[in-house]
């Protein structure tokens, strides 16, 4: 696989995981959730509303 295909293709899996992620905050934005997360070995829940913010 060349750099260009490569790159094209890296391109477009960050393209999805920041759709899918971007999806999820609004689903979890409409349901009034919270979005749970690990930070430096600590889990960390917050609201999803809070992140449009």
Do not use: C, P, T
Not at 16 to 21: F, K, Q
Request: no cysteine.
């Amino acid at each position: 696989m060349d750099d260009d295909k490569r790159k094209e293709l890296r391109d477009k899996i960050v393209f999805g995981v920041n759709l899918a992620v971007s999806r999820l905050i609004e689903s979890k934005i409409k349901s009034d959730g919270e979005l749970v997360y690990s930070q430096d070995g600590k889990v960390v829940r917050i609201k999803a509303r809070d992140l449009k913010k």
